[in-house]
C-alpha cells in the first residue's frame, strides 16, 4: 500500500511531551520568528531545510505542536525544535541551559534529570541532574519489567542510584535520543522500541499510532492529567504530516541539488513509500512473518548523488566524495554476525549485505518494516578488570555514563547485561533484549550525537562504531566519504 498521505510523526515518546522555553526568545516559540512552509537553518557542516507540504507553517505557533498542553510548561517544539532538524541536539540543550540557568522546560526532574529524585534547587545541582540532557541529548524514559517477561532482573548498577530500586514498580531508567518528528512519510515503527506502535502495515495504522502517541507524550512528558481530546491529537497529527527535512547545502560541495544531484527536502517530499517496499528479509508489511526466499531487494536505497561520480578538483571533488560514501553505503560487503533480528532469527551465522541491508527504505534509510535489531550499540562498558576503560564498550562507544542491567532468563538462569533492553521491556520476549529499530537518516547534521543513547557524539564516531563491530578495516579515506555522505543527507 502507498503511504502518499505524507504522514508526519513525533519521533520519541516525549515527542509531544516537547515544551518550550520560559523566555518568548527560546528557539521554536519565538512568535516573531520565521513564518512559512519552508526553514532553513545553518549547522556544523553547511544548511539544511525544513519544508512542510501540508499547508502548516514550519514554525506554526498556532498549532497544539507548539502550544503548552500540559502542567510543566513543555510542548512538543522543546524537544523538536526546527533549527535542530525537529529534534535537538546537545549543544542547543547546553545553550539552553546557560541561557536560563537550566529553568528551559526541557529540564523537568520527570524525565529530563538523570533521576526523578535528582536535587534541582540550584544552578549547579541542575548541572548535575541534568547531565544525560547536558552532554547527550538524553530523555529518562522509566519502564518496568513486564511480570510476564521471560527475564527478571538479576542485578542493576546505576551510577544516578534509582533505577530497578524504586517505588515506581522498580522501573528502569532508559536513556534515549528525541527522534526527530520529521520525514515520518516513511515511517514503519514509532519510537525506538516500538512501544507505541499498535497497529502496522498501512498509514491508516500510523495515523492511530502518531494519534495516540501524541496523547501518551502529553501525558507523560508535559504531565497533562487528563488525556488532549481527539481533535488536538489529529491537529498535531495534520502539522507533523507534512514535514519533511534534508540537508541543502554542504559547505565543501556546495547545494546538494545542484549538477544533477537532487538533494534537499522537496526532492525528498516527492518520494513515495510503501509498507515493506525493498525489505531483504522477505518480510510482510507488518514485519511478523517473513521469508526471504521471496525479497525484492536493490541495495542502491539512496541514489540522490549519482550525478557527482567521478568528479575532480575543487567543488568537484568534495562532490565526487559524497558519491564515493553514497556507493559505499549501497554496496560495501559487511559480514553480518552476531545481529539478533538477523543472524538468530534466519539460524544464518554470517549474512553478507551492506548499510543498506538494515537501512532499506529508498531515499529514507530506516527499514520499511517493524525489524528491531540488537548490534552492541547497548552493550555495557567494559571494565578495567577486562581489558576496557570502563567508559567505552567493546565497539567504542561512550557507555559509561549509562546504568547496566544484568537480566535473567527465568527457565535458563541465562544472563544478559546491557545498558537499556529495549524492544523486550514492551514484548517480554528474551530474544528481544537490546534490539531497537533502525532510524530514518535524513537531516542527521545538525543533530547531533547519534544512535538511540547518543553514544556516537559524531557521525564518524558512528562510522567508526560499525567498522569496529563488523570488521570492516575501512581506510581513513573511506570514512571520510561516508560521512560526507551522511551528512548531505
Given amino acids: 500500500m502507498r503511504y502518499q498521505s505524507r504522514c508526519a510523526a513525533i519521533g520519541l515518546a516525549f515527542a509531544v511531551a516537547g515544551a518550550t522555553c520560559a523566555a518568548p526568545s527560546v528557539r521554536g516559540q519565538d512568535p516573531g520568528g520565521p513564518q512559512g512552509p519552508i526553514f532553513t537553518v545553518k549547522n556544523e557542516s553547511g544548511a539544511a531545510r525544513t519544508i512542510n507540504v501540508a499547508g502548516f507553517s514550519v514554525v506554526a505557533t498556532d498549532n497544539p505542536f507548539f502550544l503548552d498542553l500540559g502542567v510543566n510548561g513543555r510542548r512538543c517544539v522543546t524537544c523538536h525544535q526546527p533549527a535542530n532538524n525537529m529534534s535537538v541536539s546537545a549543544a542547543d540543550i547546553r545553550a539552553r541551559f546557560e541561557a536560563t ?14 533521576s526523578p529524585l535528582a536535587d534541582v534547587s540550584t544552578v549547579d545541582a541542575r548541572r548535575q541532574a541534568y547531565s544525560m540532557l547536558l552532554t547527550k541529548g538524553l530523555i529518562r524514559i522509566g519502564i518496568s519489567i513486564l511480570p510476564t517477561a521471560e527475564f527478571d532482573l538479576y542485578k542493576v548498577s546505576d551510577p544516578y542510584g534509582y533505577a530497578g530500586k524504586n517505588a515506581s514498580g522498580n522501573e528502569l531508567s532508559l536513556f534515549r535520543r ?13 519510537m525506538w ?7 502496522k502495515g498501512s498509514p491508516a495504522a500510523i495515523h492511530f499510532d502518531l494519534a495516540d502517541q501524541a496523547n501518551t507524550a502529553t501525558l507523560g512528558h508535559a504531565q497533562d492529567p487528563l488525556p488532549i481530546d481527539q481533535a488536538t491529537r489529529e491537529r498535531i497529527f495534520a502539522y507533523e504530516i507534512g514535514l519533511y527535512t534534508a540537508q541543502s547545502f554542504d559547505d565543501a560541495a556546495g547545494d546538494l541539488h545542484a549538477a544533477g544531484a537532487r538533494g534537499g527536502p522537496e526532492n525528498l517530499s516527492r518520494e513515495p513509500f510503501v509498507f ?29 548523488f549519482d550525478a557527482w561520480a ?17 556507493a559505499l553505503f549501497n554496496t560495501l560487503l559487511i559480514p553480518i554476525t552476531g545481529v539478533a533480528g538477523i543472524n538468530d532469527d534466519f539460524n544464518l551465522p554470517t549474512v553478507f549485505g551492506s548499510c543498506t541491508t538494515c537501512h532499506d527504505t ?29 567508559i567505552h564498550n567493546a565497539f567504542g562507544l561512550a557507555v559509561g555514563d549509562m546504568p547496566v542491567y ?15 533492553p529495549g524492544r523486550a521491556l514492551i514484548t517480554g520476549k528474551w530474544r528481544d533484549v537490546g534490539r531497537f529499530k ?24 558512528a562510522v567508526n562504531f560499525y567498522d569496529v563491530r563488523f570488521g570492516l578495516s575501512l581506510t581513513n579515506g573511506q570514512k571520510a566519504d561516508l560521512v560526507a555522505f551522511l551528512r548531505s543527507l
Avoid: W
Fill in 276 to 304: 515493506g517496499v525493498n525489505d531483504p528479509l522477505g518480510c510482510d508489511q507488518n514485519g511478523a512473518n517473513c521469508d526471504p526466499k521471496t525479497a525484492v531487494f536493490n541495495p542502491f536505497v539512496f541514489t540522490e
Fill in 101 to 114: 540557568g537550566g529553568a528551559d522546560p526541557i529540564f523537568r526532574p520527570n524525565d529530563g534529570s538523570t
Fill in 310 to 326: 567521478n568528479r575532480a578538483g575543487g567543488r568537484n571533488g568534495a562532490r565526487a566524495a559524497v558519491a564515493r560514501g553514497q
Fill in 362 to 390: 529508498p531515499h529514507a534509510g530506516d527499514h520499511s518494516v517493524p525489524a528491531p535489531l540488537n548490534i552492541g550499540i547497548a552493550d555495557p562498558p567494559v571494565s578495567f578488570a577486562d581489558g576496557g576503560d570502563g
Fill in 406 to 420: 544484568a537480566l535473567r532468563h527465568k527457565m535458563t538462569g541465562t544472563l544478559k547485561f546491557v545498558t537499556d
Fill in 178 to 190: 528525541p527522534l526527530p518528528s520529521t520525514n515520518l512519510a516513511f515511517l514503519s515503527t514509532v
Fill in 438 to 461: 533502525g532510524p530514518i537518516l535524513r537531516g542527521l547534521a545538525g543533530r547531533a550525537p547519534y544512535f538511540h543513547n547518543g553514544s556516537a557524539a559524531t557521525l564518524l564516531d
Fill in 193 to 199: 522500541d516500538g512501544r507505541e506502535t499498535f497497529q
